[in-house]
């Protein structure tokens, strides 16, 4: 069973500890990780979810899952990332780059955000079965397509605009990153 450590509507631990499930009936606030994880051509890793997922079955998401109870912000990702995908994130970029509070009434989190530029072909990925059914690599205009058509195959369909363009943003900013140093 997957415990959560509680936080209250500031992000400030509580010093209680729910089980996933009831942190979700009870809409106990608690944290969240999760990654855009993008390659050295500025495309981005999206991972079909599992078939069996309760949320968000069969969707394109990114990488992530929930904090654990007592485990720091980092430890999460880097666990998330390897348990779901089988790679290892440079260590040197494990910082977040955003919180977000949630604007779910329902599932209350905070989202600790992280973008990591890898080396890793797709075949190099070695999946969680219960968690990802497949990856792939696309740009972010093809992202940004797929919202646009509320296409309901992508988890971003349901986000909110502003949340949405921010990451987009924040993305095309590191691809130009990553592309320059390619360049040189």
């Not at 069996?52 to 992530?64: C, D, P, S």
């Not at 995908?85 to 329902?106: A, F, L, N, V, Y």
């Not at 600790?112 to 080396?119: A, I, K, L, N, R």
């Not at 987009?168 to 130009?176: A, G, H, I």
Request: no cysteine; hydrophobic share 30%.
């Amino acid at each position: 069973m997957e415990y959560l450590d509680i936080v209250n509507e500031n992000n400030e631990i509580t010093g209680k500890v729910a089980d996933r499930k009831t942190a979700h009936e009870q809409s106990l606030w608690h944290r969240h990780v999760s990654s855009w994880i993008m390659n050295q051509k500025g495309e981005i890793l999206l991972q079909r979810r599992s078939p069996e997922k309760k949320r968000n079955a069969n969707k394109w998401a990114k990488t992530g899952g929930h904090v654990d109870a007592g485990e720091d912000i980092e430890t999460a990702i880097f666990r998330e990332v390897k348990e779901e995908i089988g790679i290892e994130i440079p260590k040197e970029q494990i910082k977040p780059i955003t919180i977000r509070k949630s604007k779910d009434p329902i599932n209350k989190y905070f989202t600790y955000e992280f973008v990591f530029t890898v080396d890793y072909d797709i075949s190099e990925y070695t999946l969680q079965k219960e968690e990802v059914a497949e990856v792939k690599y696309v740009t972010i205009e093809k992202i940004e397509e797929e919202v646009k058509q509320k296409n309901p195959n992508y988890t971003f369909s349901s986000w909110d605009n502003e949340s949405f363009n921010e990451n987009m943003e924040l993305l095309k900013s590191k691809r130009e990153e990553v592309l320059k140093i390619k360049s040189n």
